[in-house]
């Protein structure tokens, strides 16, 4: 092509784009119209004990895939046995069949590529699977005897209780997590099945037992949908159905109806303190609207423009853009199948801009009330929905659920089309009508959580701020028998022998304690070895530097805040559990016999150790004196590897340090294994430390 040409070309397009006006030259460009999406046929038939079932053919891979989808959930779970559902559905995979274990189902499935899954939410159970069309004659017959006649083995009951307190004792890890679990319960009321969460205490109080009258009072046909998709022929899968699901027996009972969820919640501002955090996580909001409102799309998208649709909502714009208050933000009124759903709005702030936040979305709310929007907005959020409505329909798998889910719920198997339909004849008029309607700034609850110490200006200029409690009721442990006048004199004598053989009156003049460490820690199943230097200053402040692999971790405690820092960083953490230690400590313990409020019950004579429970230094606990009448053990429930649980702490190698008896070597062991092991090297009384050693949080 010539020099003249392509000169000859630049100009006709430099026209091409005069003629266009002022447009970018993307603007100009056209774009033919989708194509209409087809749901893919669906063979349903109904089993005559009642099981549903719904056959799609996809023969673009030899794959296939199903899900049972059942009326069971946490909303069902009794409040004394919260979390039932969610151990049930976990055991009814790990805990296999009536003939075949969970590992070795696990072997038998990982040989052929294929697994079976269960899970639980609120209001479902769902059990699944997944194969190459080759092994589906192997496969789908064993998921329905997993389905049908699970073995619910008590190794694999113990270990889901397990997993499901460690996953309680970290429940507050994260402030995101804490802002929606909690907001949902000052919104519903914590009684209500809908919010309530399971605990150490109705987790432990679990059974298999319970396990098993689950399945049989959920695990009916009549209760359930079976999908299947994939490589199959319809014909041949419906005889395989009947010959997996047919002799399922019906409950002849009628499925459980949802619980009702009154509006519990009182408008107002609701606070959690949590001295770790350095930002403010706040959620503002109140009911929404169900699934069948027939402005569920008109509220759709008045969502994207208002503070769903990612950096073009409002919200957006200009609370992160324009105000820079924060790094993220979204809201809407949310919708829901059974019951009206969440009006939510969400961000985080740096602690000093919490309420200037929440003014700014109020603030948002009314001008969207009284404005409304414009139709350059609604065409963009429009747009934004249909171009984006292609993605529900990435595989025949997606579609198949869909219409699984609204199968159950009731709803037209094609109703992601119709809301498609609907969405395009939203107007501006429809979106400002219903953001007045379903908008309701008086009765807004404000919950945030944060430190504060350092929300400035405070929260009280929203209005009266209650506390909520987030704190994570700790199990019971072992009950002590009720104290007579005998057992705490015996306590009391035992222990006043204990402090004696431990250095009588010198334990009063100690006001501190240095020691240099090896220790050993179970992190994560293996034992690390580290070394360092302990600080305690009674009687709450304490430091710890360690050396572990080649990196530096001090930990610290003044008493009211307390912080770690590692090559990742410095960050506060609780100080509850720090100072819980030294209050259950060796020489804290024995410096606090005969102090004001401090009891001690004798409780009884084991291995070798006489019992002596302790009231009055934070939470009860146990400590056991051996027979030389030192203190050798400390019992308590504390955090194990699995959760909560309760640890045991044996001390030993006994040598006096200017004449005071300390223990040279410990070991903390969590349901009979050991966590920790330390050895002293070195220990010195009364160090003299500056206060401000123990601070630094930020």
Known sequence: MTRRILWTLAILALAAFALAGDKKPYETFQYPKLADIQLPEVVQFTLPNGLRVMLVEDHQLPLVAGRLMLRAGSVFDPAEKAGLSGVAMEVLRTGGTSRMTGDELDAFLENRAAFIEAGSGSEFATVGFNCLSENFGEVFPLFGSVVQDPGFREEKVALAKDQTKSGISRRNDEPQSIVFREFSRILLGKDNPYAQLEEYATIDAISRDDLKAFHKAFFLPENGILALWGDIDAKKVKKAVQEAFGGWKKGGTKPTAYPAVPDLSKPGVYF????????GYIVLGHRGIRMDNPDYFAVEVMNKIFGTEGFSSRLMQHIRTEKGLTYGIFGGIDAEFTHDGTTTIYTFTKSGSVVEAVQAIKDEVKVLMEKGVTQEELDRAKDGYLNKFVFNFDNVGQIVRRMQYYT?????????????????????????????????????????????????????????????DIAIPKPKGE???????????????????????????????????????????????????????????FPDKTRVEMNMMGMKIVQACDGQKAWVESPQGKQNIPAEEMTADLKRGYLNVLRSVGAEGVVFQF????????????????????????????????????????????????????????????????????????????????????????????????
């Open 272 to 279: 959690s303190d949590k001295s770790d955090l350095n930002q």
């Open 408 to 468: 159950f719920y009731n709803f037209p198997q094609d109703f992601i089309l119709k809301t498609k339909a609907a969405i395009e004849k939203v107007t501006v008029a429809d979106v400002n009508r219903v953001a007045k309607k379903y908008w309701h700034p008086d009765k807004f609850v404000t919950y945030v959580v944060g430190n504060a110490a350092e929300i400035q200006p405070p929260l009280d200029g929203l209005g009266k701020v209650h506390p909520w």
């Open 479 to 537: 009950a002590a028998p009720e104290a007579t006048a005998d057992t705490l004199a015996q306590g009391l004598e035992r222990m006043k022998a204990a402090a004696a053989k431990a250095g009588g009156e010198k334990l009063a003049a100690i006001k501190g304690l240095k020691s240099a460490l090896k220790m050993t820690v179970d992190m994560g199943g293996q034992m690390i070895a580290m070394d360092g230097v302990a600080w305690v200053v």
């Open 603 to 698: 409780l009884r004579e084991e291995a070798g150790l006489a019992l002596v429970g302790v009231k009055g230094l934070g939470d009860e606990f146990t400590v056991g004196l051996d027979a030389e009448g030192r203190l050798a053990e400390v019992r308590y429930q504390g955090k194990t590897p699995n959760g909560f649980g309760t640890v045991v702490e044996r001390y030993s190698d006994f040598r006096s340090v200017d004449g005071v008896l300390l223990p040279h070597a410990s070991e903390a062991l969590a349901d009979g294994a050991v966590i920790q092991k330390v050895s002293v090297t070195e220990q010195s009384l009364n160090p003299v430390v500056d206060p401000a050693f123990f601070g630094g949080a930020q």
